[in-house]
Nanobody
Framework: QVQLVESGGGLVQAGGSLRLSCAAS????????MGWFRQAPGKEREFVGT????????NDANSMKGRFTISRDNAKNTVYLQMTSLIPEDTAVYYC????????????WGQGTQVTVSS
């Protein structure tokens, strides 16, 4: 099992920045990649971006390119989502997820952290 805990959410004014963290524990050696998703009220869950757990560069979703950056610190078993130039439309619950190599999709999810951007 892999446990994921997000943190860093909160209330921020439009134009501001936030950095979300996702700490992984448990069978972290089985993780292949980590992803960030978000879900706004009344909307479908949206992919934000993904990063290999152990190598390579972040691979951000095009829709977030230029404003959001994903990084990792393997020594801390933590993945980050740096968000800049936030707009009210970025308001959502943000989730991190882990995918094991043998899995068809992301199979571990955090509890989510709320991000609210005020205008």
């Amino acid at each position: 099992q892999v446990q994921l805990v997000e943190s860093g959410g909160g209330l921020v004014q439009a134009g501001g920045s936030l950095r979300l963290s996702c700490a992984a524990s448990g069978r972290t050696f089985s993780i292949w990649k980590m992803g960030w998703f978000r879900q706004a009220p009344g909307k479908e869950r949206e992919f934000v971006g993904t990063i290999s757990w152990s190598r390579g560069s972040p691979n951000d979703a095009n829709s977030m390119k230029g404003r959001f950056t994903i990084s990792r610190d393997n020594a801390k078993n933590t993945v980050y989502l740096q968000m800049t130039s936030l707009i009210p439309e970025d308001t959502a619950v943000y989730y991190c997820a882990a995918r094991e190599l043998a899995a068809n999709d992301y199979n571990y999810w955090g509890q989510g952290t709320q991000v609210t951007v005020s205008s």
